[in-house]
Nanobody, 115 residues
Framework: QVQLVESGGGLVQPGGSLRLSCAAP????????MGWYRQAPGKQRELVAV???????NYADSVKGRFTISRDNAKNTVYLYMSSLKPEDTAVYYC?????????WGQGTQVTVSS
């Protein structure tokens, strides 16, 4: 079974930066699209950013220009670099990875933006 392991969450002040990582250690599979979602209390889970294997990217309007998604296909790892963080970015962030017929999720990592 493929397991996605997330890291990098934590507490940061407004205007600060964090880098999230998500990897499938030892996986024999490669993935098509990989992405990040987030969910704040009382809100639906929303797509933050997605990157297919070809390298193009899409971002939610709320994070465009502040967040950058990238991936290392050899390591089956996806990153989310978050800059100019706002309190509204506070949420649990979930990694997602897809291959034909399969869909995998990370355990979630808490990002809290507060002074």
């Amino acid at each position: 079974q493929v397991q996605l392991v997330e890291s990098g969450g934590g507490l940061v002040q407004p205007g600060g930066s964090l880098r999230l990582s998500c990897a499938a250690p030892g996986s024999i599979f490669s993935f098509n699209a990989m992405g990040w979602y987030r969910q704040a209390p009382g809100k639906q889970r929303e797509l933050v950013a997605v990157i297919p294997s070809g390298g193009s990217t899409n971002y939610a309007d709320s994070v465009k220009g502040r967040f950058t998604i990238s991936r290392d296909n050899a390591k089956n790892t996806v990153y989310l670099y978050m800059s100019s963080l706002k309190p509204e970015d506070t949420a649990v962030y979930y990694c997602n990875a897809e291959r034909p017929g399969y869909d995998y999720w990370g355990q979630g990592t808490q990002v809290t933006v507060s002074s």
